[in-house]
């Protein structure tokens, strides 16, 4: 089965920072909804603005402070697509060591709101047929 692996670097802000000098935990959630909005228009060629997904599933690993100096890398792979359903893992990297994993589901919708089947194309380009 094929799947897709993405790198993306991201800046950490002084906003991202809280009262202990490390990028406070909520923080984290945005850093993934970054790389998963590269990778729509990176890899899907869309926007996530474009196109009706919800978030379904997020789920964090906390495993060190990610420092205000740090260089932060995300790295994302996608694999098991599901019908409507694009599940993602996360690594979140912070100057070359793991500072959390991560697992979210996005899951594509119409104007309704019922999920619908994700494009041909999208599996093809996730699976680099």
């Known amino acids: 089965m094929g799947g897709a692996t993405y790198t993306v670097d991201i800046d ?5 920072v809280d009262f202990m000098g490390h990028v406070n935990n909520a923080v984290y ?3 993934l909804e970054q790389a998963r909005e590269a990778f729509f228009e990176d890899v899907l060629d869309v926007s996530l603005v474009d196109v009706g997904t919800v978030l379904v599933n997020l789920e964090i690993d906390y495993r060190r402070p990610i420092e205000a100096t740090d260089d932060v890398e995300i790295t994302l792979d996608v694999r098991d697509l599901g019908s409507s359903s694009i599940p993602m893992e996360y690594e979140v990297r912070a100057d070359g060591e793991l500072a959390a994993t991560a697992r979210t589901v996005q ?4 104007e309704s709101g019922d999920s619908k089947p994700l494009p041909a194309e999208w599996r093809s380009r996730i699976d680099g047929e």
Do not use: E, Q
């Not at 950490?12 to 991202?16: G, S």
């Open 107 to 110: 899951v594509l919708v119409d």
């Open 29 to 31: 959630a945005t850093y």
């Open 12 to 16: 950490v802000r002084l906003r991202d």
